[in-house]
């Protein structure tokens, strides 16, 4: 099973936009029971005497809108309460991905640092540089969703075109593709779906 973990100050925008985003991919591709997904939080801010906040109501806006969170794609989405990010992550997920350059550097504090090479910021599985956009201050779900649905595809193209991972997911993938660059599961890893 590949285990993924997304990071963000409060667990209840990005992070937990880019959790929900990545299941939908997984499911669509019929993968989901290949996959362990959550999202957590650096700080305690979203948690109060233990329990956690639910996802932030614009978020799981955006994610309705994309078809995430509805009676027919719930994935989770009405149950999800913020969770702060233990020492024990680590040795728990294969990818721990913060949202910014300061949840990298919470993460390998918690951590003590990252001598497997866990840690990942977002967008590097977008091939582009900077942090994901933060709502909570600007307001712009948009580009938030732009961010995560970026990252999360470039993160599933990268995991699904990964030998390492291939006894996680079967055989699909990894044999020879055809002149289409239709794998034999059916999958065409340069063009996968959108959420």
């Not at 963000?8 to 019929?30: L, P, W, Y």
């Not at 919470?106 to 994901?132: H, S, T």
């Not at 030998?163 to 059916?186: H, I, M, V």
Request: proline content about 4%; aromatic content about 12%; overall charge negative.
């Amino acid at each position: 099973m590949i285990k993924i973990l997304f990071v963000c100050h409060g667990n209840i925008c990005r992070s937990t936009m880019a959790e929900f985003i990545m299941k939908d991919i997984v499911n669509k591709q019929g993968l989901a029971e290949a996959f362990h997904i959550e999202s957590s939080a650096t700080h305690t801010d979203e948690i109060w005497n233990g329990e956690g906040s639910p996802v932030y109501p614009p978020a799981r806006a955006k994610l309705r809108e994309h078809g995430i969170g509805t009676d027919d794609n719930e994935l989770g989405v009405s149950e999800k309460r913020a969770r702060l990010t233990s020492r024990k992550d680590y040795d728990k997920f294969d990818f721990i991905i913060g949202m910014d350059n300061a949840n990298i550097r919470n993460l390998n504090g918690i951590f003590g640092g990252d001598p497997d090479k866990k840690i990942f910021k977002m967008l590097e599985f977008a091939d582009r540089d900077g942090d994901v956009a933060d709502p909570w201050y600007t307001g712009n779900f948009d580009a938030t969703w732009r961010d995560c649905s970026d990252g999360c595809h470039g993160l599933f193209r990268q995991i699904m075109m990964d030998p390492r991972f291939a006894g996680d997911l079967g055989d699909g993938g990894f044999s020879d593709s055809d002149d289409e660059g239709y794998y034999s599961d059916g999958l065409k890893y340069d063009d996968f779906p959108r959420g």
